[in-house]
């Protein structure tokens, strides 16, 4: 511990490496955990409508079964499964079939890896580098999720909310009261919105994920956080809805996700919006 406190650098780089797996494990709850959602709302159903339980199929979940090729069900080797050395190695191709594998893929590992070094070079061995990695981590599932998908699983954001309590309850980057006001106002402030569009237009404007991803921020980093969040994540939704819409002919019917944009306006909070409220306070 000490070698690693007086090394920021050394502690820096083995954060990077670990975080590298932690990346690759987050594209398998990206994929797999709206699978495992869809089928456990169509047994839901299925009992609802008094039909008979489907015959057990084999396992599907975090853990089971091994990775394989979409294509030809090649099983993906420990070799081929290194973060960002196997897709290198492999030219971006199976190497059973050679159909392309995604490049999102370690773009997610080099993400998660960039963000939870740049987390332990800022608080260094503290628990604040130990919260800051369990929310970016989180964070960049959800954002995936949600552009995939447009859907903010409650098994993410719902425990987030309550770790984020739980870890300011020694005031790790707000105070608890600070924390508190922060889970229910970044609840309230979408709900609300939610609402006047609703009443407005008829339609729904947002899903309740984005509710419930505000409140888990507002907990995490405290109320004051909140309009840092919500300025970043809405100037750059806006603009790269509008960017949508011009440049690719972006359907307006078919919704945007929110939650990458709040997920990376909760990042850069993390990290900067201490300072920013500071610097722009600081002008009055």
Excluded at 147 to 172: A, F, R, V, Y
Excluded at 203 to 212: I, P, R, V
Excluded at 234 to 245: D, H, K, R
Excluded at 255 to 265: D, M, N, Q, S, V
Aim: charged share 10%; aromatic share 10%; proline share 6%.
């Amino acid at each position: 511990m000490d070698l690693l406190s007086g090394g920021p650098v050394l502690f820096a780089g083995l954060v990077f490496l670990f975080s590298l797996l932690v990346g690759s494990f987050l594209n398998v709850v990206i994929h797999r955990l709206p699978k495992m959602m869809e089928s456990e709302w169509h047994a839901q159903c299925a009992e609802l409508r008094g039909e008979a339980p489907a015959a057990a199929s084999a396992p599907y979940n975090l853990a089971v079964p091994r990775s394989a090729c979409p294509h030809c069900s090649h099983r993906i080797t420990a070799l081929e499964n290194i973060p960002l050395l196997s897709w290198l190695w492999l030219r971006g191709r199976c190497s059973s079939c050679a159909a392309p594998i995604s490049a999102r893929y370690p773009l997610v590992e080099l993400l998660t890896a960039l963000l939870s070094a740049a987390a332990a070079w800022k608080w260094g061995v503290s628990l604040q580098t130990g919260g800051a990695l369990l929310l970016i981590w989180t964070l960049v599932a959800l954002a995936f999720i949600d552009l995939d998908t447009t859907l903010l699983p409650d098994s993410l954001t719902q425990p987030l909310l309550w770790l984020g309590l739980l870890l300011n309850l020694s005031g790790t980057f707000a105070s608890l009261p600070d924390a508190l006001i922060g889970a229910m106002a970044g609840y309230l402030v979408l709900w609300s919105v939610y609402w006047l569009f609703k009443l407005a237009t008829g339609k729904d404007g947002m899903g309740y994920g984005d509710f419930k991803l505000l409140a888990a921020l507002g907990a995490w980093l405290g109320w004051q956080m909140l309009p840092v969040t919500l300025l970043l994540s809405s100037v750059v939704g806006a603009a790269i809805g509008i960017a949508m819409i011009v440049l690719v002919k972006h359907d307006r019917r078919v919704p945007i996700p929110f939650g990458p944009y709040l997920a990376g306006g909760g990042v850069v909070a993390l990290f900067f919006g201490a300072d920013m409220t500071q610097a722009y306070l600081g002008q009055f």
